[in-house]
């Protein structure tokens, strides 16, 4: 099967911690959530010391660790929000 | 100035760095069949549980907030009797005393104009993706959201 290519952006504290908005990574199938994550945990440690304070989100829906990922999609990282 | 023209219920919806003009908001919003309109308009306070405050950077993911606030003017609509809602919310550095948020609601009485105008920026505050940082003589400091 071919590698899943998945965008993923990080704001407000998660941005800080990782360094950058936005980047891609490729992962082979059938990839997950949480091996999407593994991945930027090991890369990012300071990500990992925000872990109890991230919301997962997948095309702009707040989702589970567990969810499967496809060719495309769009990931995001990002602490509690709030406007106003 | 340049507005998104939306479904019915929610005339204008933007997540957006410039400036915004209270009068554009409430003219997105008029209507003949209104005889109400109701606003509220967020500003950035000097004085934080931090202290002083210098500034506050605002930061977004711009297009899940706007589905977000969409979501909250749609909620409004079938909630209360009101006619339009527009919601501006903007993103960037903001100084002390700058416009934040501005809200209208329009509709037949002021009751319901009133409890919808509340209802849109209590969501707001809860559920849009947006983010505050705020700049005090202490530091740095993000200002926690809603789990």
């Known amino acids: ?44 440690p300071a990500l990992r010391q925000l872990r109890r304070s991230t919301i997962y989100c997948v095309n702009r829906r707040v989702v589970q660790i567990d969810v499967k990922l496809k060719e495309g999609d769009e990931v995001a990282l990002f602490p509690p929000v709030g406007g106003g | 100035m340049h507005f998104f023209h ?42 934080s549980e931090a202290g002083r405050v210098k500034l506050l950077h605002y930061e977004s993911y711009r297009s899940m907030a706007e589905e977000e606030l969409l979501q909250i003017a749609k909620e409004a609509s079938k909630r209360f009797d009101i006619i339009e809602t527009a919601i501006i919310h903007r993103t960037g550095k903001l100084n002390v005393g700058e416009n934040i948020v501005a809200i209208a609601v329009s509709a037949a009485h002021r009751d319901a104009a009133f409890k919808a105008c509340r209802f849109v920026i209590d969501e707001l505050k809860t559920r849009a993706a947006i983010w505050k940082k705020e700049s005090t003589a202490g530091g740095e400091r993000w200002v926690k959201g809603k789990v």
Do not use: C, W
């Open chain 1, 1 to 44: 099967m071919r590698p899943t290519e998945i965008k993923i952006k990080f704001f407000a504290t998660h941005r800080e911690a990782v360094g950058h908005r936005e980047e891609a990574l490729t992962m082979n199938p059938p990839a997950t959530l949480g091996e999407l994550v593994k991945t930027l945990e090991q890369r990012y």
């Open chain 2, 6 to 47: 939306l479904s019915a219920g929610a005339k204008l919806i933007k997540i957006t760095r410039k400036d915004f003009d209270l009068r554009d908001v409430i003219s997105a919003v008029k209507s003949p069949r209104a005889g109400a309109v109701v606003t509220f308009l967020g500003t950035v306070r000097g004085l």
